[in-house]
C-alpha cells in the first residue's frame, strides 16, 4: 500500500506529507525497494540492470551501484538467469541502495544471505541510518530486528498490535525473573504474591514480576537461593506475548 | 513516457517482432508472386469449389461476383489468414506484456516500486507497440514489393494502393491490440489473457465467414473487426476506407482507454 501497489479499503496512508496512492510515483523517487519474493527479468545482468533503472529513475545508479557491489561481492556481469537465489538478494539490495534514497523498504533483506553478507547489510544499513535515511525493515528473524531497529511494529492478522521502540516494548512489558534454589527442597510451596509463575523446572523457576523489582530483592535476600536473573524480556519472548493476548482475547 | 520502461522493452520484444517480421516478409513475398502467377490454375481449380468461395468472400470482405481478376489474388496476400496469424500474434504478445505479463512472471513488484506511474508505463510500452506494429508491418510491405518486383509490370499493384491496405491493416493490428491490452489489464495471467485474445479474434474471424453463408450471422457481422478491413475494393478502386478505418482507430482508442483505466485503478501485486 506504501508503494502504490494496493489501494486502501479505507483510510489513507501517507509517506514524506504525499498521498501514497495519488502520490505513489513521486514518493517512489525517493524510495529504495526491495520486495519479499524479488524476481527480476531473467535476460538482465547487474550491469545492465543498473544502468536500465537508472533510466527509469532517471539517476545514474551506475555512480554507486559497483561500489555497492563491491561491498557485497557480486559480480555485476552475470545474468540473473545464472545468479543463486543469494546472488539474486544482492542485486536486489544493490538496485533498492544505488540512488541513495531517503527512505528504505526493505522485506526480509537478509533472505538467501550468508552470514558474512548478513553482517555487511546490517552495517550498511546502520550506517545509512546514522546518516539520517529512514529503513523499514520487515523480517521474521526477531534476533535481526533486535539488533538493527529501534522502533518496532508488531501485526497480528493484518492490525497493528505494536508500535513503539524497543526499549518502551520491554519497559511495557513486566520483567522476566529466573531463580535457582539451593536445591529442590529449599524452594517454598508458593511464590510471592508479585511474582507470577510461568514454569518450575527441579531447583529453577521461571515467571514474571508484577510489582517493583525492590519488593522482589528484599524478599529474594531471605530466600535460599543460589542464583537469580531479572531482565527484560528479548522481542521474540515479546512477540509471542502479543500474540498470546491476541489469542486470549480472540 | 519514460524512456527506461521503453528501452526495457524493446530488450524483451525485439526477437519476437524481428522473427515475426521476418516470417511476414518471407509470407508476403511468396504470396505475392505466386497468387498472380499461378492464377489461372487458382481459378480452375480451386475457385470453382462453393466453399473457397465463400472463403475468400469472408477474407477479402467483399462479393466477387465472378470477378477473377489480378488484383483480387494481390488482396489474398493481405488477408491470408497465415498473414492475420503472425499480424495478430505480434499484437497479442506486445499487448499482454503489462500487467498481465508482469504479474504472471512475478516482476511486476520491482517494476511499479520504480518511480514511474502507471500511465506513464501504459503510454511508453504502448509506444513501443505502435511502433514495432508499423515496423513488422513495413516488413510485409517490403516483402510483397520483393515478390511482386518478380511479376511482369502489367501484374504488379499499384504502390499507393497497396499502402491505403497497409493503413487500414494497422488500424486492424491497434484494435486488436487494445482489446488484448483490456484483457491484459482485468487479468493476472498472460496465458489467460492470450487466450481470450486469439479466442476473440478466433470468434470475429469465424463470424465473418458465417456471414457469407447464414444470414442470421450477417446481421451481427458488423461486431468482427474483420468486417472493417477489406482489401479488394481498394485495390480495385483506390478508395480510401475511411468509415473502416475510423470505426477500428475508435474502437482502438476507447478499449485503450478503458484498458489504461482498469489498470490505474486496480490492486497489482504478486504477494
Known amino acids: 500500500m506504501l508503494l502504490g501497489f494496493l489501494r486502501p479499503t479505507a483510510g489513507r496512508a501517507s509517506v514524506f506529507g504525499l498521498d501514497c496512492w495519488r502520490n505513489s510515483s513521486r514518493i517512489k523517487a525517493d524510495v529504495g525497494y526491495l520486495p519479499g519474493?524479488?524476481?527480476?527479468p531473467s535476460w538482465m545482468n547487474g550491469g545492465e540492470a543498473l544502468r536500465i533503472f537508472g533510466m527509469i529513475r532517471r539517476r545514474d545508479m551506475l555512480r554507486q551501484g559497483p561500489d555497492l557491489a563491491e561491498r557485497f561481492a557480486l559480480d555485476l556481469g552475470v545474468r540473473v538467469s545464472e545468479m543463486s537465489r543469494g546472488m539474486r538478494q544482492k542485486l536486489g539490495l544493490v538496485l533498492a541502495l544505488a540512488h541513495r534514497p531517503r527512505l528504505l523498504i526493505l522485506d526480509e533483506p537478509t533472505a538467501g544471505l550468508d552470514p558474512l553478507m548478513q553482517e555487511a547489510l546490517r552495517h550498511l544499513l546502520r550506517e545509512m541510518a546514522a546518516a539520517g535515511h529512514t529503513v523499514f525493515f520487515s523480517s521474521h528473524t526477531l534476533g535481526e530486528v533486535?539488533?538493527?531497529?529501534?522502533r518496532v511494529a508488531i501485526l497480528r492478522e493484518g492490525r497493528l498490535v505494536a508500535d513503539a521502540s524497543l526499549e518502551e516494548l520491554r519497559g511495557r512489558s513486566q520483567r522476566e525473573v529466573t531463580i535457582l534454589w539451593n536445591g529442590e527442597a529449599s524452594a517454598p510451596e508458593d511464590p510471592p504474591p508479585f511474582l507470577r509463575l510461568a514454569a518450575r523446572e527441579g531447583r529453577t523457576w521461571s515467571g514474571h514480576l508484577a510489582g517493583p523489582v525492590r519488593e522482589l530483592l528484599v524478599w529474594a535476600a531471605s530466600q535460599p537461593i543460589e542464583d537469580i536473573r531479572i531482565g527484560h524480556p528479548d522481542l521474540e519472548s515479546l512477540f509471542r506475548r502479543y500474540y498470546r493476548q491476541g489469542s486470549d482475547a480472540s | 513516457m519514460n524512456r527506461g520502461v521503453i528501452v526495457k522493452a524493446a530488450r524483451e520484444t525485439w526477437a519476437a517482432t524481428l522473427l515475426l517480421g521476418l516470417g511476414l516478409l518471407f509470407v508476403e513475398a511468396i504470396l505475392s508472386y505466386v497468387l498472380p502467377t499461378f492464377q489461372e490454375?487458382?481459378?480452375a481449380t480451386f475457385l470453382q469449389l462453393r466453399f473457397v468461395q465463400s472463403f475468400l468472400q469472408?477474407?477479402?470482405g467483399t462479393e466477387m461476383s465472378g470477378r477473377i481478376d489480378p488484383g483480387m489474388f494481390v488482396s489474398v496476400a493481405w488477408v491470408h489468414p497465415v498473414v492475420l496469424a503472425i499480424v495478430w500474434t505480434h499484437a497479442i504478445l506486445l499487448c499482454t506484456r503489462v500487467p498481465a505479463g508482469e504479474v504472471d512472471r512475478g516482476t511486476v513488484d520491482i517494476l511499479l516500486g520504480l518511480p514511474v506511474s502507471r500511465w506513464e508505463l501504459c503510454c511508453s510500452e504502448t509506444f513501443l507497440w505502435i511502433v514495432s506494429g508499423v515496423a513488422i508491418l513495413s516488413m510485409g510491405m517490403a516483402g510483397n514489393v520483393l515478390g511482386s518486383s518478380r511479376l511482369p509490370p502489367e501484374m504488379r499493384p499499384d504502390a499507393s494502393r497497396q499502402m491505403i491496405?497497409?493503413?487500414?491493416?494497422?488500424?486492424?493490428?491497434?484494435?486488436v491490440g487494445a482489446l488484448t491490452w483490456l484483457l491484459s489489464s482485468m487479468s493476472n495471467r498472460r496465458g489467460r489473457a492470450i487466450s481470450a485474445a486469439f479466442g476473440a479474434v478466433l470468434a470475429s474471424f469465424l463470424l465473418t465467414y458465417l456471414a457469407q453463408i447464414w444470414s442470421p450471422a450477417e446481421r451481427v457481422s458488423f461486431l468482427s473487426v474483420l468486417h472493417y478491413y477489406r482489401p479488394l475494393p481498394v485495390l480495385r478502386d483506390g478508395l480510401w476506407p475511411a468509415r473502416d478505418m475510423l470505426v477500428l482507430g475508435a474502437a482502438a482508442a476507447g478499449l485503450w482507454v478503458a484498458a489504461g483505466v482498469i489498470f490505474n485503478r486496480r490492486d497489482l501485486s504478486t504477494v
Not at chain 1, 519474493?37 to 527480476?40: A, I, K, Q, T, V
Not at chain 1, 533486535?146 to 529501534?150: D, I, V
Not at chain 2, 491496405?165 to 484494435?175: E, K, Q, R
Open chain 1, 37 to 40: 519474493d524479488l524476481r527480476l
Open chain 1, 146 to 150: 533486535e539488533q538493527l531497529c529501534e
Open chain 2, 41 to 43: 490454375q487458382f481459378s
Open chain 2, 58 to 60: 469472408a477474407l477479402l
Open chain 2, 165 to 175: 491496405v497497409l493503413a487500414n491493416l494497422l488500424c486492424l493490428y491497434l484494435a
